[in-house]
């Protein structure tokens, strides 16, 4: 651009990620069209260009918000670096900013229950806080894995927390997730990437589904761990991280380590703090307790409630998906509930004969279909909404996605 208000008048009219802003222009300088970025909604990471002479103006721009600031003579492997790590800067908190708003998002439901072995965990939970030592959650798929680490943070309150599922698309991806990458690491990186472990700060990194990580990984895990630094997929500079890991895991890896498949080392540097939560067959007297909880929370104020014989159904049930299943049951009960009372022939479980015109048992699958099908509906098919509604990842949603055949509904207004 010409001068400094032709400048600022692109940078108003369209998006950029990075601008280089020379400190000397006609019109508006190069600290005045920053001043007046500053307010834009969505300004760009900015890269002064300054001479030998204005050095202290340039220091001025950084303390206004700028990014950096290169000086004359320009060499372009400098301005090429500088450019790339505003852009990494600002790709970075436009990830932050994504993950706090899902998480402001989604309705977290609290640790409910009676069974001592859980009241007993949630005891803990000050001192494993208070820690900075690796912890390990274990427990069958929907036992409520999610609301531990989510409790265990909270009470730390310390930065962030951010989640890497272990088993990825590729090691190559799982590895760029939590440790992040360099330029040309793998076909298509044209830029460096930091990972969970260096974004996190002194936050928490929680790998889901540890018992996936590809032996390479657990070597470079442990090597963390046990270290306090980690190097970037293609990087050799070591990097020193300050967050703690929680691991969980819907497998006893203890039996993974007999098998050959993980690292006994790694684990023992994993149980640092061990919580394991038992099944919800093994919790009986927590089935009602959640039962109404979930119904309060579904349903409006004056909403039905539950019979003697859907609450014995309730807990003579066997739960093979924990408190996850026991949750979308209740919800979809809640949907099809015609009356104030919901009746043991209205919980679509296997064998009650709902969700289905025909007598007989209904087979798991069919109510899974249908479930996921109505909370795609709900949320208008943000398939991020709809795995934390349905207490599975997004990787697994769209695993059902493929599976069931569904097919999202074109949108009316865009032809």
């Given amino acids: 651009m010409p001068d400094g208000t032709s400048a600022l008048t692109r940078l108003r009219q369209e998006a950029f990620d990075v601008a280089l802003v020379d400190i000397n222009m006609p019109g508006l300088d190069g600290l005045e069209v920053l001043r007046q970025m500053r307010d834009e909604p969505e300004p760009p990471e900015v890269v002064i260009m300054t001479g030998d002479g204005t050095v202290d103006s340039a220091i001025t721009a950084v303390k206004l918000g700028a990014y950096d600031y290169v000086t004359k003579p320009y060499r372009l492997e400098e301005i090429e670096l500088v450019v790339q ?9 436009a990830e932050n900013a994504r993950l706090q708003s899902e998480l402001g998002k989604v309705e977290h439901d609290p640790v409910t229950s009676r069974d001592d072995r859980l009241l007993a965990a949630l005891e803990k939970i000050p001192e494993i806080a208070a820690s900075r030592l690796p912890v390990l959650i274990s427990g069958e798929r929907g036992t409520g894995k999610d609301v531990f680490v989510r409790e265990i943070h909270e009470a730390s309150g310390q930065g962030q927390c951010l989640s890497v ?32 472990m260096e974004a996190a700060g002194e936050g928490t990194v929680v790998l889901t589904n540890v018992d996936k990580l590809a032996p390479a990984l657990q070597e470079k895990v442990l090597l963390m761990l046990t270290s306090g ?3 970037r997929a293609g990087g050799r500079d070591p990097i020193r991280t300050a967050a703690r890991v929680i691991a969980t895991t819907s497998r006893d890896l203890a039996v993974a380590v007999s098998e050959g498949k993980f690292l006994p080392e790694l684990l023992g540097q994993l ?41 014995v159904a309730l807990s003579q049930y066997s739960w093979p998906g924990n408190v996850s299943e026991l949750k979308n049951v209740v919800e979809r009960a809640v949907l099809i509930a015609t009356g104030s ?60 996605i493929r599976e069931y055949g569904f097919v999202r509904p074109r949108d009316p207004e865009s032809g």
């Fill in 85 to 93: 790590k505003a852009g990494e800067k600002r790709d970075l908190a």
């Fill in 165 to 196: 599922d272990v088993d990825g698309p590729t090691e190559y991806d799982v590895d760029s997730s939590i440790f992040g990458h360099e330029p040309g690491s793998h076909p298509g990186t044209s830029r460096a990437r930091k990972g969970a």
């Fill in 229 to 231: 630094r980690f190097v």
């Fill in 271 to 311: 149980s640092a703090h061990a919580i394991h939560l038992p099944p919800l067959r093994e919790r009986r007297g927590d089935v009602v307790l959640l039962a109404n909880y979930f119904l309060e929370k579904f349903s409006p104020a004056d909403g039905p409630t539950f019979d003697a014989e859907a609450l």
């Fill in 341 to 400: 009372v919901i009746g043991k022939e209205e919980l679509p479980l296997p064998g009650s004969g709902t969700l289905t015109s025909s007598p007989g048992s209904v087979p798991l699958a069919e109510i899974e279909r249908q479930h996921i099908q109505a909370v795609l509906t709900e949320t208008n098919w943000h398939q991020g909404n709809a795995a934390a509604r349905l207490g599975i990842s997004s990787k697994t949603l769209y695993r059902k």
